[in-house]
């Protein structure tokens, strides 16, 4: 896509991030914003893609100082005197500061859109397993993208945008790219000349979608599977003409919550590795139990959930239970 708006004449930031083989083709990312971004995420210790909703929270707290906005905002309006009134600026970890992002937009004066590229939940974790390292599985891959996709959606939803298949882009592009010029009004692809059209035809090269898998292929546990086919399922609504409306929010809304409630509950589960790493970490445990004989890797508010049947916690909404954690574990000073 980002390739696709460069060739009908909208302005990528230079240098982009060289072509490899993972993307022949070229990434048409920036590599100012590859760069910056990076070190964002080391600051608030958060990864390109992370499973963890809490995440977003942390990389949330960045996107609010003023000395990165004012950073970002120079750069930016650098670009528009550079680049012209239409730019594209494309990388993945954009997504954790969006926020970010629209602030300097606003003081540039520039109206911010978004485009998200939509492909199966399934096809994005066997490219990342063929192409990238082995450190993360299928599992944690796949809880990913559900982390990333779900708040991505909620991030952008009071903003212009659109949401484009892939698989769209490859079968026939001047589709979605003339229905994603008109919505968002872009005068470099509502005015694109037959050369320009034909460069683009020359540009995408459906052989590149190189990994076609499906669940069978995945092997991660069901609940995290259905959680992942009905996120897909509902975003995959959101590029059909006029799908983008409140009953897919809510349902949106609601598979973010459960995802959230997923992983707090496979937190729990993992505790005791938590607390051993730790440990490993510290040079080797304290050789107790704590101070009050207790479990040192839980908090207060953790030990009291313990004792709470796991049928009235998951009845209790995800934002009242970590509200009621953070409130108990700050009154006892934790």
């Known amino acids: 896509m980002s390739g696709t708006l460069q060739t009908l004449g909208m302005h990528v930031p230079q240098p982009e991030v060289a072509a490899d083989d993972t993307n022949p083709k070229g990434f048409g990312e920036p590599q100012w914003v590859v760069d910056f971004h990076d070190r964002l995420l080391r600051r608030c210790s958060v990864q390109v893609s992370?499973?963890?909703?809490?995440?977003?929270?942390?990389?949330?707290?960045?996107s609010t100082n003023e000395q990165v906005r004012e950073e970002l905002g120079?750069?930016?309006?650098?670009?528009?005197?550079?680049?012209?009134?239409?730019?594209?600026?494309?990388?993945?970890?954009?997504?954790w500061f969006i926020g970010l992002w629209?602030?300097?937009?606003?003081?540039?004066?520039?109206?911010?859109?978004?485009?998200?590229?939509?492909?199966?939940?399934?096809?994005?974790v066997g490219s990342k397993q063929k192409y990238y390292t082995q450190r993360f599985g299928e599992l944690n891959r796949t809880a990913a993208w559900v982390n990333m996709m779900l708040?991505?959606?909620?991030?952008?939803?009071?903003?212009?945008?659109?949401?484009?298949?892939?698989?769209?882009?490859?079968s026939d592009w001047t589709v979605p790219v003339h229905a994603l010029g008109e919505k968002l009004d872009l005068k470099s692809v509502k005015t694109a000349t037959a050369n320009d059209i034909r460069q683009v035809h020359n540009f995408i090269d459906p052989s590149l979608r190189r990994v076609q898998l499906t669940w069978d292929?995945?092997?991660?546990?069901?609940?995290?599977?259905?959680v992942a086919e009905e996120s897909w399922q509902a975003l995959n609504r959101l590029a059909d003409e006029g799908g983008d409306k409140p009953d897919t929010h809510k349902v949106l809304d609601e598979l973010r919550a459960e995802y959230t409630l997923l992983y707090e509950e496979a937190e729990a589960i993992t505790q005791s590795s938590a607390a051993a790493a730790r440990r490993d970490a510290a040079g080797g445990g304290n050789g107790g139990g704590g101070a009050a004989g207790g479990d040192p890797g839980l908090g207060t508010a953790d030990r009291i959930?313990?004792?709470?049947?796991?049928?009235?916690?998951?009845?209790i909404p995800p934002k009242a239970r970590r509200g009621a954690r953070k409130a108990l574990n700050k009154a006892r000073g934790r």
């Open 305 to 315: 959930a313990r004792k709470v049947p796991h049928g009235v916690r998951a009845a």
């Open 151 to 170: 708040h991505t959606e909620r991030a952008t939803r009071d903003s212009d945008r659109a949401f484009v298949r892939y698989h769209d882009m490859l």
């Open 74 to 95: 120079k750069w930016l309006e650098g670009q528009f005197r550079e680049g012209g009134d239409e730019l594209v600026v494309k990388d993945p970890r954009l997504a």
């Open 217 to 226: 292929d995945v092997d991660v546990p069901k609940r995290l599977r259905d």
């Open 50 to 62: 992370d499973a963890r909703p809490q995440a977003w929270f942390e990389a949330g707290k960045l």
């Open 102 to 124: 629209r602030s300097a937009a606003l003081r540039c004066g520039a109206t911010p859109s978004y485009v998200t590229m939509l492909r199966p939940v399934t096809e994005v």
